[in-house]
């Protein structure tokens, strides 16, 4: 099993750009995040999905969008790029809860909007 | 919203030393905590977790201690190795959040050889 993969790795910017933060997992889980971390700061979550076709805001979701087509794809859209969204953007998935459900996570797309 | 806090955002200690990390959540609702390790250019890894029906749970050189009166957490790393430094995060959930997780800032772990 591959886990969680995340494309690109490092991606920059410029202001008012769009792009697709790509996610996929082999496992099977129903649920799926997106969090962003800022330097020294712990995680927010942006989005989630507990299954195909469903997804919620999270804490912190303006500025973009998440679709939910298939159990095993998580894509995290910007559509407008901001210097505020300069982070470090991760997928993770879970099964549900009741089946002991940690996160795992991808190793991570480092985005710089300038 | 969740709040998730961490004491100390720094800790070193010497190689053979355990390593205590401390966590605070606010919600008393909160029944399901995760600790994980954070290393430079990586996403986080599951290190242990503890549901609120529990006191303490034992991994291998961790153990993760609750303490619901105080809405406490803490990992203590035993005999600590180079290779854990690293960022320490701690992630509580509730069951009504749909599995939502919300993290604490982080504690950078550094051992000294």
């Known amino acids: 099993n591959a886990g969680v993969t995340q494309t690109p790795k490092f991606r920059i910017l410029k202001i008012g750009q769009s792009m697709t933060l790509q996610c996929a997992q082999d496992?099977?889980?129903?649920?799926m995040y997106w969090y962003r971390q800022d330097p020294g700061m712990g995680l927010k979550l942006i989005y989630y999905?507990?299954?195909?076709?469903?997804?919620d805001k999270g804490e912190v979701p303006n500025g973009y969008n998440v679709s939910r087509s298939t159990t095993e794809d998580f894509p995290l859209r910007l559509e407008l790029a901001a210097p505020s969204q300069t982070s470090v953007y991760f997928c993770?998935?879970?099964?549900?809860?009741?089946?002991?459900?940690?996160?795992?996570f991808g190793n991570g797309t480092r985005l710089t909007v300038t | 919203g969740e709040s998730v806090g961490l004491h100390l955002p720094t800790l070193s200690v010497q190689e053979g030393d355990n390593s205590i990390i401390n966590c605070a959540y606010s919600n008393s609702a909160s029944d399901y905590f995760i600790w994980y390790k954070q290393e430079s250019g990586k996403g986080p890894q599951f290190i242990i977790d503890?549901?609120?029906?529990?006191d303490k749970r034992q991994g291998q050189r961790v153990t993760v201690l609750l303490n619901k009166t105080v809405k406490h957490l803490s990992l203590q790393i035993a005999a600590t190795q180079p290779g854990d430094s690293a960022v320490y995060f701690c992630?509580?959930?509730?069951?009504?959040?749909?599995?939502?997780?919300?993290f604490g800032t982080g504690t950078s772990l550094t051992v000294i050889p």
């Open positions: 992630a509580e959930n509730t069951q009504n959040t749909g599995n939502q997780f919300y």
């Open positions: 999905s507990v299954g195909a076709g469903i997804t």
């Open positions: 993770a998935s879970s099964p549900p809860r009741d089946r002991g459900s940690p996160l795992h």
């Open positions: 503890i549901r609120s029906n529990m």
């Open positions: 496992m099977n889980h129903n649920y």
